[in-house]
């Protein structure tokens, strides 16, 4: 049924397309409801059109035009398809994307978003595209001679729902195309103006007497360049052409060559190249007084060259784009939203908007519970930035909190609360317009994510924005023996799943609202993170590390085991409080089972206990080791200290001093007898990052 698109991408999105996480075996198609419309002539079964239309998009009865793409980029294709903007501002600086040691990550997340665009520029998705365009068109095309005869008979003007579906569709890929180049282009500005800045001001020494460009300068200038590439490929990628849409016709080419408007991609981007370069050509030579005198190497020659490279751009753009959209229009999901509420605020309804979330944790102090009730909504709310009309909704949208204790639901009794929270939904008026396919839980796990120092990366390699506050979405109806639709798209899903408190409104509300993903199309991209939480759209450099991070905690518990196996006898692990494995199913019988936990305990480490002491012995020696192949010896000997403490014996700093003293004449003599570096530093730790 399915086909599975091959692309290797471009230089800036092969690692989203190597990245692709696929299915294991067909899936089914999904069934859809029959819903009420116009019947058709006789000869059409009395099907309704409404089914008929339907049917085209990807079902049992017409699935020829289904294609199989990774979940990274299908879960970021919904979002960008229904005009939500692929990181949030909150989002962006919770990551730390701004800041110069996370400028890789953030290019990976602005080239994801032109991964998605390659896709269905692909020459075989983008006919498919077309076809089941052009099949619905041909529905409503049929429905209108039903319509426009029984008009006539009584006396109205004809109507064509055919064209009104091809200025829709037209409008559609316009606002989705715009809004997600205009994101693009944003955070490219913003990252590329200090890169100028920082290359306009930098002195290299000797720079004066010419010579070659240093280390620094060549970080810049490459950083530079990516970021180029990244916006060019935005500007001839991010559209849809309609080249073949029946009753759409195209405008005359804005400017520029009529190859930059090629439905083909790859006519596109060469046509697109071509111009740059010779636009680019012209805006040096119109900065040719500037150039006069300048040292070639100088940081004021680069930066001249990289501004003309920028202008070029720029000409090149509104060529081919024209001008951007304005004002940009609201996200969908914002606008349906903003009516609901306008209508029943009308109506007079005191309505209840936004989602419900449990307490099903209940051995906190009422000051404890109230401090971190008061950090999930400080982190909640904080939304909105960059997702225009967000003002006004967000005061409507709200946490509306129950507490599982007062009603009787056992300590994380989940399916009690699924329940409860069922019956409230379809029974209270005032319930009826919170967000139905999902509710929030705050368990254990949740409450210990807000309020512990503990909770946090484990490595500096891992994001501290990865790492923030999480609360339990739970599917309200999800059945743990029916399972779900296509197990094998979200295998591992039980109906749960830990979701950052900053995305709650951003990605959890606005594409359930949207109907475009259920709590299980989530589920993928928070089962690689090494706590099962779901941090927003992912890119390759980002799982593999939190791959290489799973990989060493499973090599942890190995060698855990490995020594209770050959030393039976040993007392078990101390409990800990807060769950790291994926969420389960819980009921109150099951509470009193101790969860696996990356989280420690509250409770002081048993030192004395000799599993502890080799565990802390084995993740000492292999950070020691990690220092030495990160260059940083000196660091490495003083882990020595801390192997060789005693349980209760604090470290010592002559003896810190005499470690380094040491290693420092150690490295000395291996560089007098001419040695190199050490073997751990040439043979451990080097990962295989897929880079840009």
């Known amino acids: 049924m399915y086909s599975h698109i091959e692309s290797q991408g471009t ?306 753009r509104k060529e081919m784009r024209g001008a951007p959209l304005e004002p940009v229009p609201r996200e969908p999901w914002i606008a349906v939203t903003a009516s609901k509420i306008k209508s029943g605020k009308k109506n007079g309804k005191e309505e209840k908007y936004g989602l419900a979330v449990y307490r099903l944790t209940y051995g906190q102090t009422d000051s404890e519970w109230t401090e971190f009730v008061r950090k999930v909504k400080a982190h909640v709310s904080n939304w909105g930035k960059g997702q225009t009309g967000s003002i006004f909704i967000k005061e409507d949208l709200k946490l509306h909190w129950l507490d599982g204790k007062e009603l009787g639901i056992a300590e994380g009794d989940i399916d009690a609360a699924k329940e409860h929270f069922n019956t409230i939904i379809d029974g209270d008026d005032d319930w009826s317009m919170l967000q139905k396919d999902a509710f929030l839980v705050i368990d254990s796990a949740s409450f210990a994510s807000y309020t512990t ?65 259920l709590l299980e199309d989530y589920w993928p991209l928070a089962s690689e993170h090494p706590n099962m939480v779901y941090v927003g759209p992912t890119i390759p450099w980002q799982r593999f590390i939190w791959q290489n991070h799973s990989e060493m905690r499973w090599d942890l518990i190995r060698a855990v085991v490995d020594h209770l196996k050959y030393n039976p006898g040993m007392p078990p692990m101390p409990p800990v409080q807060a769950c790291a494995t994926p969420p389960a199913t819980t009921t109150a019988a099951s509470t009193d089972a101790p969860p696996t936990s990356s989280i420690p305990s509250s409770t002081p480490p048993a030192e004395r206990d000799p599993l502890n002491a080799a565990l802390r012995a084995y993740m000492l020696t292999e950070f020691q080791r990690y220092l030495r192949h990160e260059g940083q010896p000196r660091q490495a000997a003083m882990v020595d200290e801390l192997l060789n403490l005693q349980p209760g014996e604090e470290p010592d700093g002559a003896r810190l001093r005499q470690l380094v003293d040491d290693e420092d004449e150690r490295q000395e003599q291996r560089r007098r007898d001419g040695l190199g570096e050490d073997d751990e530093t040439l043979e451990e730790y080097q990962p295989n990052c897929p880079l840009q």
């Open 453 to 517: 120092d503990s909770y946090g990366p484990a490595t500096s390699q891992l994001n501290r924005g990865d790492f923030t506050g999480f609360l339990l979405a739970i599917d309200p109806t999800f059945d743990l023996k029916e399972g779900i639709e296509r197990p094998n798209e979200s295998p591992g899903y039980n109906g749960q799943m830990r979701i950052l408190g900053s995305l709650v409104w951003s990605d959890l509300y606005s594409l359930q609202a949207a109907q475009t993903c």
């Open 11 to 316: 230089a800036v999105t092969i690692a989203h397309f190597k990245a692709q996480s696929l299915p294991v075996a067909p899936v089914r198609g999904r069934s859809f409801l029959a819903q009420p419309g116009p019947k058709l002539p006789p000869g059409s079964d009395g099907e309704s059109m409404m089914i008929r239309v339907m049917s085209r998009i990807g079902s049992e009865r017409d699935s020829n035009r289904l294609c199989l793409v990774g979940k990274n980029i299908q879960v970021l294709k919904s979002r960008l398809w229904e005009g939500v903007i692929p990181l949030t501002e909150q989002l962006w600086q919770e990551k730390g994307l701004d800041r110069p040691e996370h400028f890789d990550f953030a290019c990976q997340h602005l080239t994801a978003v032109i991964a998605v665009f390659q896709y269905l520029n692909e020459p075989t998705v983008r006919l498919h595209l077309r076809d089941t365009f052009n099949y619905i068109y041909e529905h409503w095309t049929a429905l209108d001679t039903v319509l426009n005869k029984l008009r006539e008979e009584q006396g109205e003007k004809p109507v064509s729902v055919a064209a009104l579906w091809t200025c829709y569709m037209a409008a559609h890929f316009e606002m989705m195309t715009e809004r997600a180049h205009r994101w693009v282009a944003v955070h490219v500005n913003t990252l590329r103006a200090p890169l100028m800045r920082t290359l306009l001001e930098y002195r290299r020494p000797g720079e004066e007497l010419g010579g070659e460009p240093d280390a620094i300068q060549w970080k810049i200038t490459d950083s530079l360049h990516m970021l180029a590439e990244i916006m060019g490929s935005a500007d001839f990628t991010i559209m849809i052409p309609m080249n073949g849409y029946k009753g759409y016709f195209a405008d005359p080419p804005r400017a520029g060559p009529t190859a930059l408007h090629a439905a083909n991609l790859l006519a596109r981007s060469k046509a697109y190249h071509e111009r740059l370069k010779l636009l680019t050509r012209e805006a040096i030579s119109l900065h040719g007084v500037e150039f006069r005198g300048l040292n070639p190497t100088s940081g004021q020659m680069y930066h001249s060259i990289s501004q003309s490279q920028s202008e070029g751009q720029n000409k090149l």
